[in-house]
């Protein structure tokens, strides 16, 4: 599974990435995690609000940090 | 259902029967609300101190205000975040764009009130409304509006100074968003936008298909209040601290001497201040009732909370990847201009 956050940097972003990282890890489920911060590439996904998550390609998440519940419905597929 | 214990069906109240929910909450909410003002002095009476010393005076005030300011501000979080949930980036977007300036201007500014906005989103917010063609004033005027006219700093000031000030400020936070995002159109600063932004391609604004279920609106506001009231609680209480020491040590009238309505440059100078300082409008609040207190102008010490909100230099550093210096620069001189009007206005009517 390859997970991009996209972000230009400020806590919100941070915070994203250590909780998908947490759950991930605590499920056992292998991903590649990234971030982006260049924001040519995050308007490339269309994305107004950031942190913004795209998940093998599909933009599943924008603006604010996403829930526990949902990240962990993204981890369980 | 019947196998739920007590504690498990009132924690899933929200979930099971929402508009129950948000009944009681208000309920209690209000009852917790009413019974500070009296709690406060309850406990104050039981402590060994004298109620008319400057400690006794000092401690009234913090433990009747940290409640209160709390309380209130977690409720006005909560309603917002569930307004939020009806107006997404795309939704305001899809509204503003290709409408003539002027009314678009209105519309912009009071669609800053209640589409959720995070500074770090101004960027990639103001390229995606420059791509479905909405003016670059109108959405300056947006951009103005949205960090300035932010509930938790409406919450404060209801909470601390009355709803008329509150009324008053959003009321003039608007105008300086509307004024200022339309005169900036009229300068046709279009050519300004650095290239690459006017190199991306024209998107056509859809209003996206979120259709929210009321369990999930409320779940948004659970989430809005553990994000903004977890965050700035600490600044909050900080804050009011600070503000009870002031209340309860510093003579009367100490400020009218440096922020009071004589002292012309005050009012500059309160703008100046608010510049470098960022955001957290929460903890700064609560000093400026202290202050306002013992003899500070409210002209002028709105128009530092304004500046402080509106012109932040980190926010304008971020907006450097967007838009030349020279559109920056009479982004920042225009809001400027404004709030200073609103503050010497405010402190010659008053």
Same mark, same amino acid.
């Given at each position: 599974?390859?997970? %991009?956050?996209?972000?230009?940097?400020?806590?919100?972003?941070?915070?994203?990435?250590?909780?998908?990282?947490?759950?991930?890890?605590?499920?056992?489920?292998?991903?590649?995690?990234? %971030?982006?911060?260049?924001?040519?590439?995050?308007?490339?996904?269309?994305?107004?609000?950031?942190?913004?998550?795209?998940?093998?390609? %599909?933009?599943?998440?924008?603006?604010?940090?996403?829930?526990?519940?949902?990240?962990?419905?993204?981890?369980?597929? | 259902?019947?196998?739920?214990?007590?504690?498990?069906?009132?924690?899933?109240?929200?979930?099971?029967?929402?508009?129950?929910?948000?009944?009681?909450?208000?309920?209690?909410?209000?009852?917790?609300?009413?019974?500070?003002?009296?709690?406060?002095?309850?406990?104050?009476?039981? &402590?060994?101190?004298?109620?008319?010393?400057?400690? $006794?005076? =000092?401690?009234?005030?913090?433990?009747?205000?940290?409640?209160?300011?709390?309380?209130?501000?977690?409720?006005?979080?909560?309603?917002?975040?569930?307004?939020?949930?009806?107006?997404?980036?795309?939704?305001?977007?899809?509204?503003?764009?290709?409408?003539?300036?002027?009314?678009?201007?209105?519309?912009?500014?009071? &669609?800053?009130?209640?589409?959720?906005?995070?500074?770090?989103?101004?960027?990639?917010?103001?390229?995606?409304?420059?791509?479905?063609?909405?003016?670059?004033?109108?959405?300056?005027?947006?951009?103005?509006?949205?960090?300035?006219?932010?509930?938790?700093?409406?919450?404060?000031?209801?909470?601390?100074?009355?709803?008329?000030?509150?009324?008053?400020?959003?009321?003039?936070?608007?105008?300086?968003?509307?004024?200022?995002?339309?005169?900036?159109?009229?300068?046709?600063?279009?050519?300004? &936008?650095?290239?690459?932004?006017?190199?991306?391609?024209?998107?056509?604004?859809?209003?996206?298909?979120?259709?929210?279920?009321?369990?999930?609106?409320?779940?948004? $506001?659970?989430?809005?209040?553990?994000?903004?009231?977890?965050?700035?609680?600490?600044?909050?209480?900080?804050?009011?601290?600070?503000?009870? =020491?002031?209340?309860?040590?510093?003579?009367?009238?100490?400020?009218?001497?440096?922020?009071?309505?004589?002292?012309?440059?005050?009012?500059?100078?309160?703008?100046?201040?608010?510049?470098?300082?960022?955001?957290? =409008?929460?903890?700064?609040?609560?000093?400026?009732? =202290?202050?306002?207190?013992?003899?500070?102008?409210?002209?002028?010490?709105?128009?530092?909370?304004?500046?402080?909100?509106?012109?932040?230099?980190?926010?304008?550093?971020?907006?450097?990847?967007?838009?030349?210096?020279?559109?920056?620069?009479?982004?920042?001189?225009?809001?400027?201009?404004?709030?200073?009007?609103?503050?010497?206005?405010?402190?010659?009517?008053?």
């Amino acid at each position: 599974m390859d997970i %991009k956050v996209l972000g230009t940097g400020c806590a919100n972003c941070k915070n994203t990435i250590a909780l998908i990282e947490q759950i991930a890890l605590a499920k056992g489920v292998p991903v590649t995690l990234s %971030k982006v911060e260049e924001l040519r590439e995050i308007m490339g996904y269309g994305v107004m609000s950031t942190p913004g998550v795209v998940i093998d390609g %599909k933009v599943v998440h924008a603006g604010g940090i996403p829930s526990r519940g949902k990240v962990e419905q993204w981890l369980s597929v | 259902m019947s196998t739920l214990s007590l504690t498990e069906r009132t924690l899933q109240l929200p979930r099971l029967h929402p508009k129950l929910f948000l009944l009681v909450a208000t309920i209690l909410w209000w009852a917790l609300y009413q019974s500070l003002s009296p709690a406060s002095e309850a406990l104050v009476a039981a &402590l060994p101190v004298d109620r008319n010393s400057a400690l $006794g005076g =000092a401690l009234q005030f913090f433990l009747y205000d940290t409640p209160k300011v709390l309380l209130l501000l977690t409720a006005v979080v909560f309603v917002m975040g569930m307004i939020n949930s009806y107006f997404t980036p795309e939704r305001t977007r899809a509204l503003l764009a290709g409408k003539t300036e002027g009314l678009a201007n209105v519309m912009a500014a009071s &669609l800053g009130i209640v589409t959720p906005f995070c500074s770090c989103s101004a960027v990639p917010l103001f390229i995606g409304f420059v791509q479905a063609g909405v003016p670059l004033g109108v959405t300056f005027s947006f951009l103005i509006s949205a960090p300035m006219v932010n509930e938790v700093a409406l919450a404060l000031l209801f909470g601390l100074f009355g709803w008329k000030i509150a009324l008053l400020y959003m009321g003039l936070g608007l105008t300086v968003a509307i004024v200022a995002g339309w005169v900036i159109g009229r300068l046709k600063m279009e050519p300004y &936008l650095e290239d690459w932004v006017r190199d991306m391609p024209r998107v056509q604004a859809t209003a996206g298909g979120d259709a929210f279920t009321l369990v999930e609106r409320i779940e948004g $506001g659970f989430a809005s209040v553990r994000e903004i009231v977890g965050k700035v609680w600490p600044y909050i209480l900080a804050g009011i601290a600070i503000g009870a =020491a002031i209340h309860g040590w510093v003579p009367e009238d100490f400020m009218a001497s440096i922020m009071g309505k004589e002292a012309w440059w005050s009012v500059p100078l309160a703008v100046l201040i608010g510049v470098p300082m960022y955001t957290n =409008a929460a903890g700064i609040i609560p000093i400026v009732q =202290a202050l306002l207190a013992k003899g500070a102008a409210l002209g002028t010490v709105l128009a530092f909370m304004m500046s402080v909100i509106a012109l932040s230099l980190p926010e304008m550093i971020i907006l450097r990847k967007v838009l030349k210096v020279r559109l920056i620069a009479t982004f920042a001189v225009v809001v400027a201009t404004g709030i200073l009007i609103v503050g010497y206005v405010f402190n010659a009517v008053l």
